[in-house]
């Protein structure tokens, strides 16, 4: 059995109470790190905390827009002087945009520019600022399989994970010459809690003249060489070996966990 031991480490995982952002959250637990959930109300993480509670891990919730600067550097200004360092950073939080094209407005793309790529860059930034002169970090970005090819029925969702690979990019290279990992995972289909697919598959179905949700989710396993979806904990077992000492030669990547739709 592969052992990732995370004990005396810190992650800040944004989008905390997302569906995805539990597969995160449980697989750093699991691993023995103490794990900042954040997300825009302390509510929308209370599925994980009653699991977190149960179990007994190492957890702490902090309510966060990261759309909002200041409070992304009190946050983790704050982490810092509680814990003494931050050691990793998982950007999970997002939202997504349902429209055509002709049907984007630029108030939509915005929003989700700001949300997707800038409040991420705030986010990092914030981190940078104490792991960069530490000379040591570990930074996952989630992106998407909408970050391999444009979507027209997604297009300011598809743009925005286009720059997260982009940033990660950008970001892997400044932060190499300090000892700081910066890679992405690109997930496939994930619908597990997830709250932004609830609104998602019924957009599909619609599109595509399927009858249901749940025919919808098995055209979607149909496209997916693997024949099955993705899981939560799917994309945390991605992050947490990113996060891990066996990823020490891995930056600047895009891992897809899509069960093989995009391959490179
Ligand atoms: N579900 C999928 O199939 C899928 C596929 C590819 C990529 N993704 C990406 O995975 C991530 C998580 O998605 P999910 O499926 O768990 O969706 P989700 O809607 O369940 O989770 C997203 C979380 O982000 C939080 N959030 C939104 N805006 C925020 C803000 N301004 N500040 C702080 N938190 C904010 C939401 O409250 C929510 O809890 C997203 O970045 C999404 O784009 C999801």
Redesign the pocket.
Same mark, same amino acid.
């Given at each position: 059995m592969i052992d990732i031991d995370f004990s005396g480490k810190n992650v800040l995982l @944004?989008? $905390? +109470? +997302? +569906?995805? $952002?539990?597969g995160i959250a449980r697989r750093f637990a699991v691993a023995g790190a103490r794990v900042h959930l954040? &997300?825009?109300?302390l509510e929308?993480m209370d599925r994980i905390v009653s699991e977190f509670k149960a179990a007994g891990y190492n957890y702490a919730t902090h309510a966060? &827009?990261? @759309?909002d600067e200041a409070a992304v550097n009190k946050l983790v200004d704050s982490i810092v002087a509680e814990d003494g360092q931050l050691d990793m950073l998982c *950007? /999970?939080? $997002?939202?997504?945009d349902n429209n055509t094209y002709m049907d984007t407005t630029a108030e939509t793309f915005e929003k989700v520019l700001a949300? *997707?790529l800038v409040?991420m860059h705030k986010c990092i930034q914030a981190a940078l600022k104490h792991m960069m002169p530490r000379g040591f970090g570990k930074i996952v970005n989630?992106?998407?399989?909408?970050a391999r090819k444009g979507v027209p029925y997604q297009p300011a969702?598809s743009a925005s994970?286009f720059g997260v690979q982009s940033l990660t990019q950008s970001v892997a290279l400044t932060a190499a010459a300090s000892n700081i990992n910066v890679n992405a995972i /690109? #997930? +496939?289909?994930?619908?597990e *809690?997830? $709250?932004?697919?609830e609104t @998602?598959i019924a957009k599909m179905a619609e599109r595509r003249g399927v009858k249901s949700n749940e025919e919808m989710l098995e055209v979607l396993k149909s496209i997916v060489p693997l024949k099955r979806l993705?899981s #939560?904990d799917d994309?945390g077992n991605a992050v947490v070996f990113l996060c891990s000492d066996m990823a020490a030669n891995i930056t600047g990547q895009a891992l897809n966990v899509d069960g093989g739709v995009f391959m490179n």
């Open positions: @944004t989008g $905390g +109470g +997302g +569906g995805i $952002g539990a954040a &997300d825009l109300k929308m966060l &827009d990261i @759309t *950007n /999970c939080a $997002g939202i997504v949300v *997707n409040g989630v992106a998407s399989i909408s969702y994970k /690109c #997930p +496939g289909f994930v619908i *809690n997830s $709250g932004m697919y @998602t993705q #939560p994309m």
